[in-house]
C-alpha cells in the first residue's frame, strides 16, 4: 500500500460512514511514513491509530498498535516513553504471543540503546523464549536482536550462538531476504569479532556482496551499528560514509 492508497481507503471510510474504522488504515500509513524517514509524522499517525482503537473494528489487534507507538518512540530516543507502550503489551493478558514477542524484541533495542545492556538481555532471551512457541519466522526476529545486544555487550561468543541460530531458522523459514538478513548478522558478529574467515564464508554465501576486498575495516549502520572489535578504533580513516549494512563491509577487507 502506497500513501496515496492509504488517504483513498481512508477518505471512502469516511465518506461510507467507517470513520471510526480507519486504525488499520492509519497504521499502514505510518509504517509508509516509516519506511519513508519521516518519523514524526509515522508517530503521528501510530498514535492516532492507538487512539482510534475499539474492539470489535476491523484492523489490527490493540498489541499491534501499542507495539507501533514504542517502536517508533524508541527510534526517536524518546525511551522511558517508549518502555510504557512496549510493556503494555505484555502486561496484557489478551496481547497475542506474536506480539508479545515483537514487544519484547523492541524493548531489547530500547534498552540497549538507553544504556541499560542487562535489561536488554533479559528482553532479547524473551523474546528468544517466546519465538520458539511461534515458529521460524517469528524466531529470526528474536535471534537478530539477541544477537545485536549481545555484540553490544562484545560477548563475542553469545553473539557466533545467536548468528548461527538466526541463520539456521532463516533457512528453514525460508526466503532469500531472510537469509541474506541472516548473513548479514552474521558478519557483522564476524567484523566485530576479528573472525575474518567467517566474514569470507558469509560473503562468499552472498553472490550479491562485492568480491573485491581492501583491507580497511568499517562499521556499520542500520540496526547493527556497531563498529567492529579492536583495529577499528584509530582505524576509521578514508571512509566518507558508514556503509548501509554488512554487504558494505566487502570492500573493506581483504580477501
Known amino acids: 500500500m502506497s500513501a496515496g492508497h492509504a488517504g483513498h481507503a481512508e477518505r471512502w ?13 492509519l497504521s499502514e500509513r505510518s509504517d509508509i511514513y516509516r519506511a519513508l524517514g519521516e518519523r514524526e509524522q509515522a508517530l503521528a499517525c501510530a498514535q492516532e491509530a492507538l487512539a482510534r482503537y475499539a474492539p ?7 498489541s499491534v498498535y501499542r507495539w507501533s507507538v514504542g517502536r517508533l518512540l524508541s527510534e526517536a530516543g524518546r525511551h522511558q516513553e517508549a518502555g510504557g507502550y ?28 538507553d544504556g ?7 528482553a532479547a532471551a524473551r523474546a528468544v523464549e517466546l519465538a520458539g512457541l511461534c515458529g521460524d519466522d517469528a524466531m529470526t526476529t528474536a535471534l ?5 545486544v549481545l555484540r553490544r555487550a562484545k560477548d563475542w561468543a553469545g553473539a557466533r550462538v545467536a548468528a548461527e541460530r538466526h541463520l539456521a531458522a532463516a533457512r528453514r523459514a525460508g526466503g532469500r531476504a531472510r537469509v541474506y538478513h541472516a548473513l548479514d548478522s552474521m558478519a557483522w558478529t564476524a567484523a566485530g569479532s576479528d573472525d575474518f574467515a567467517l566474514l569470507r564464508a558469509c560473503c562468499r554465501s552472498c553472490p550479491s556482496w562485492p568480491g573485491r576486498w581492501t583491507r580497511r575495516r568499517a562499521f556499520g549502520g542500520g540496526r547493527a551499528r556497531w563498529p567492529a572489535k579492536g583495529a577499528i578504533a584509530g582505524k576509521r580513516t578514508g571512509l566518507k560514509a558508514r556503509p ?9 577487507y581483504l580477501r
Not at 470489535?56 to 490493540?62: A, D, K, T, V
Not at 548501509?244 to 573493506?252: D, Q
Open 13 to 25: 471510510l469516511i465518506s461510507t460512514g467507517h470513520g471510526h474504522w480507519r486504525s488499520g488504515v
Open 56 to 62: 470489535g473494528i476491523p484492523g489490527f489487534s490493540l
Open 86 to 113: 512496549l510493556q503494555a503489551v505484555l502486561d496484557d493478558p489478551d496481547s497475542p504471543r506474536l506480539d508479545q514477542v515483537t514487544a519484547n524484541v523492541w524493548l531489547a533495542y530500547n534498552a540497549v540503546d
Open 116 to 122: 541499560r545492556p542487562a535489561e536488554a538481555a533479559r
Open 144 to 148: 537478530d536482536a539477541q544477537c545485536f
Open 244 to 252: 548501509a549494512n554488512a554487504a558494505g563491509l566487502g570492500w573493506h
